[in-house]
């Protein structure tokens, strides 16, 4: 039962973050590629479109031709390859002084002003290149920018995500690789069917929806409330249908490097319809930007756990306790399309027996590679140890034989949205684009994950490959 809850841990908070793969880096891409769609504007210096990246360039560079508009045009470029958005916003600025009428430039300023939420110079950004001569097309483009100027100032934002997939599991119910298992310290063989490997298939849904307050202030403090739903129906296995719920409530408070994020969480579970599990907490997580590349980050966290008893266990009760976890590591951003995480995490589980008790520390190391197109690979592994307190004697009778778990976990995900499927020209007409307009954004991914852990003792030995299959759209208003 231990095991179907981690599980459920892992893989619900995996799978609803995992479709958009937005983050910082990508959303620098998308800006590199919003301003190539609009790069139509720049016919005054199409000289500036077609420099390279600016690899190899260096600030020394700038410093001994300081008003050469190319060379500070592909350190521009050079600063976002590496993740310095504020130091391009810089750069940039020092172009338009030189020469105001840069059209190219001037656009990518604003563009990249928008995405560092710098909206007033933004707009006015965007007014002044709206007010050159450009053709309807990048006019539009444009106002799409004004417009979405407009609703990020609101102060209140909402968002709804849902989410349905398929995954086949080949030992849903984590039975032990060996078959056998050891009862009051003597290592039997699993004779009841049922008990032994079980492979099934399992359909998902799930919804999201948040809410962010902004306080008002300049550097974008806010207030959040989340409401989040699952649920896993198998087909054949019903006593392993799993259904969650859990409401978040909290805030960020941000400086120009650090950010604070304090959260206060419940989650209730139900196994096979029978709520078992209702959890209570607290998580603090700060994120420190050392570099423009760089961040370090830490989160602590606390849940007080109280397992209900059910038709198939009536002992879980006695894993009833509190849970304290710590965590640390870095993420690198190597360039717009890659960025590597490591971690580190420490964590002590409580319980009504102390067979239940245990220790446990983990790293995992994780990658996320971003593609032309909203096309993207992640890809993670981790490993920990899991130390219990005491003997359980039901499973080792009189012997002092104390539970040591190695869990291990792999995972590389593939996904892209229906738009790179998809051809607007095979929705002719009106009734057709709106249909197209809302498939579109569609994300969809195909995971393969590996699942094991290796025991001392032969009940918790077991490992699962699981192949899923995820649809998700996201809306925000």
């Known amino acids: 039962m231990c095991t179907i809850v981690s599980v459920l841990a892992v893989n619900n908070g995996a799978w609803a973050q995992e479709p958009p793969a937005v983050d910082a880096a990508q959303r620098s891409v998308q800006m590199q590629e919003e301003f190539q769609e609009l790069s139509g504007a720049a016919e005054k210096s199409q000289f500036l479109l077609s420099t390279d990246d600016g690899k190899g360039i260096t600030f020394a560079d700038i410093l001994r031709d300081p008003d050469n508009i190319v060379l500070n045009f592909r350190w521009a470029k050079a600063q976002m390859a590496q993740g310095n958005i504020r130091g391009a916003s810089a750069t940039l600025e020092r172009i338009l002084i030189l020469d105001p009428d840069l059209a190219p430039v001037r656009l990518y300023y604003a563009i990249v002003l928008y995405r560092l939420d710098s909206l007033d110079i933004a707009k006015a950004q965007f007014e002044k290149l709206r007010a050159l001569p450009i053709s309807p097309d990048v006019a539009a483009q444009i106002d799409q920018y004004l417009d979405a100027i407009e609703k990020r100032r609101q102060r209140i934002k909402q968002t709804l995500s849902v989410s349905f997939g398929v995954h086949y599991d080949t030992n849903r119910n984590s039975a032990p690789s060996n078959d056998e298992r050891m009862v009051l310290g003597s290592l039997l063989p699993i004779t009841n069917t049922e008990d032994r490997h079980q492979s099934d298939i399992g359909y998902m849904g799930a919804a999201h929806y948040d809410i962010t307050y902004d306080l008002g202030y300049q550097a974008g403090h806010d207030i959040f409330a989340s409401v989040t739903g699952y649920y ?85 009760p006695l894993r009833s306790g509190q849970r304290y976890q710590g965590k640390t590591g870095v993420t690198y951003a190597w360039d717009n399309q890659n960025r590597t995480t490591f971690g580190v995490t420490l964590a002590r589980k409580e319980a009504a027996r102390s067979y239940y008790t245990y220790r446990s520390v983990g790293a995992e190391l994780s990658h996320t590679l971003l593609l032309a197109g909203g096309k993207y690979v992640l890809g993670s592994v981790s490993y920990g140890v899991d130390q219990y307190q005491q003997p359980d004697p039901l499973v ?81 208003f």
């Open 396 to 476: 080792t009778g009189s012997t002092p034989l104390t539970r040591k778990d190695y869990p291990l976990r792999a995972r590389l995900s593939y996904g892209s949205n229906l738009a790179n499927l998809l051809e607007a020209s095979w929705f002719g007409s009106d009734i057709g684009q709106d249909i197209y307009q809302f498939i579109a954004p569609i994300s969809w991914s195909i995971t393969e994950e590996y699942q094991a852990t290796s025991s001392n003792i032969a009940n918790y030995d077991y490992d699962n490959w699981r192949t899923q299959f995820l649809l998700s759209r996201r809306w925000a």
């Open 232 to 316: 896993d129906d198998q087909v054949r296995l019903d006593n392993l249908d799993v259904g969650t719920a859990s409401f978040e409530v909290g805030g960020h408070w941000r400086s120009p490097y650090l950010t604070i994020t304090p959260t206060l969480i419940q989650t209730a579970a139900e196994l096979n319809n029978e709520k078992f599990l209702t959890s209570r907490g607290v998580r603090l997580r700060a994120d420190w930007k050392v570099q423009p590349d760089t961040t370090l980050w830490g989160q602590t966290s606390y849940f007080d756990e109280r397992y209900g008893a059910t038709p198939d266990s009536s002992a879980l």
